[in-house]
């Protein structure tokens, strides 16, 4: 038998910015492959329509309203859960501007999210994975959602590619360190995707024809395709892979 398994029956994968976006579309593959699922998002009615379609996958989904960078908040939801098995640290924010017109207020609000709420609910979870009597048995996989400005750069992305670099040197310690407890971590670096956060910038015609020009294959990512990659990396078809990037981006960065 040479195909591993995708399936993540039993399996209880917690993701961030589960209320829209590559969140949604990440929670939802992940209900699809068989997962339960822990949601988690600031606006409860776009958690409440997430969980509705979960459930009508036949999985169990709970749902949290919290801000992540609010340490208590979220250390309380994750000490409340049985077990974890999959962690996708999605949630994140950008905010596009010139390095010397950079507002200090922007970028500590960025490192904030990007950074330190996604150090710290990868604590939080890995702690609570390792705590699994079987969990050298049954493995452990986080997903930090990164991005092609993690390996490289572009202009007005200077504090998002420090941001999204730092994803990647947190998600390479973490494979070191895990390791012993057949946890694995690996990062999902997307190149443009057209979600809420994207369209807006999008919507600049200039912009999005010298995007499409740096994108070899000629289009922008679907979510599916991210959230394909998703549960990849979550599953035990990915046991062998940990610290390291999964670059979904059309080839942007083989240039």
């Known amino acids: ?17 589960a209320g829209k976006g590559l969140g949604k579309a990440c929670a939802i593959a992940l209900a699809e492959a068989g997962a339960n699922l822990i949601i988690i998002s600031r606006t409860n009615k776009d958690l409440t329509q997430v969980s509705k379609i979960i459930k009508k996958l036949k999985v ?5 309203v919290c801000d992540i ?6 250390k309380e939801i994750i000490d409340k859960q049985s077990k974890i098995d ?12 010139l390095f010397t017109k950079v507002k200090r207020e922007n970028m500590e609000h960025m490192v904030k999210i990007n950074n330190i ?24 996989s986080i997903v930090n959602m990164s991005s092609q400005m993690g ?17 990647e040197g947190l998600t390479k310690g973490m494979a070191l360190e895990l390791a012993k407890f057949n946890i694995r971590v690996n990062s999902i670096a ?36 991210i959230s394909s990659a998703v549960v990849f990396l979550a599953s035990d078809a990915a046991s062998m892979i940990t610290g390291t990037s999964l670059l979904v981006d059309g080839g942007w960065t083989a240039r």
Do not use: W
Request: charged fraction near 25%.
């Open 1 to 17: 038998m040479y195909l591993k398994n995708y399936n993540l029956k039993n399996k209880t994968a917690v993701v961030t910015g």
């Open 60 to 64: 169990k989904c709970k749902s949290y």
């Open 69 to 74: 960078t609010n340490y208590e908040e979220i």
């Open 86 to 97: 999959v962690l996708v640290n999605n949630a994140g924010t950008n905010i596009p501007e």
């Open 117 to 140: 709420a996604a150090f710290n609910l990868a604590q939080l979870c890995a702690n609570k994975m390792i705590k699994a009597r079987n969990r050298k048995k049954i493995g452990g």
């Open 151 to 167: 390996h490289v750069s572009g202009p007005k992305r200077t504090v998002y590619s420090m941001n999204k670099f730092g994803i």
């Open 190 to 225: 997307p190149t443009f995707v057209v979600t809420p956060m994207t369209s807006k910038f999008l919507k600049d015609k200039k912009f999005k024809k010298d995007m499409l020009n740096s994108i070899p294959l000629g289009r922008f990512a679907d979510m599916s395709e």
